[in-house]
């Protein structure tokens, strides 16, 4: 029997939030503004309260994408919201917090007030994440599906702020090894320290398997890994 993997589909959708206050000036993409495009995104971790009362659903927030591709954590604000009792919305405030972006650049001919044309500029967008449990994969050890063996490992970078306060521990986490041997849907499982969780993250992305099989064919398979960090 295969199991259900909690799906978190995205939509980023630039424009201008309707109504938004902001702690600094930004644009609405278009009429000289280029649209701001995501490079690196990550996953909201899908809470176990959620998926043991089976929420599903759509959590759409508006935030500022700065000039320098990342996203202002006091510009996000949940316009839509999916489940504040267990955790949904923060979830997903806690990922586009770490989303990274192409930043959006001024094209007008006389420049974009003290901002001249050609340079980087921050931006209004939309994001909408969607919770859903409806993709199947396997568990490792189930009957007559081999397990994903890792042949490429990236060891994750220690962030300097931690390493100055001495954190030390493991982060565990989870995710799907697909059917070609990339990682997919990395969540965090037991929590270390929320920079050190997203270095944790950010290696384990690049990890390459040989991956699960069924039948010989190759299958999605649910691993668990755990990154140790250690001053030491």
Known sequence: MQAILP???LIVCVGAPVGQQLNAPAYQPGNGITDP???HEVNPNYTRDAMQRHAEGTVELDAV???DGSVDPGSLRITRSLDSTFGLDEEAKKAVRQWKFRPAVCNRRDGCGQIQRGQPVAVLVSAELTFTLRVPFYHVGFPGVTNPVSVKTVNPDYDDAARHER????VKLGGIVEPDGTMSWIHVIKSLDERLD????KALGQWQFS???KDGVPVRVEIQIE???SLK
Not at 198 to 201: E, G
Request: glycine share 8%; charged share 10%; aromatic share 4%.
């Open 167 to 170: 954190i030390e521990g493991v």
């Open 7 to 9: 799906l978190v589909a």
């Open 227 to 229: 990154m140790t960090f």
């Open 65 to 67: 994408v700065l000039a």
């Open 211 to 213: 991956p699960g099989r």
């Open 198 to 201: 997203s270095q944790a993250i």
């Open 37 to 39: 495009v995501l490079v």
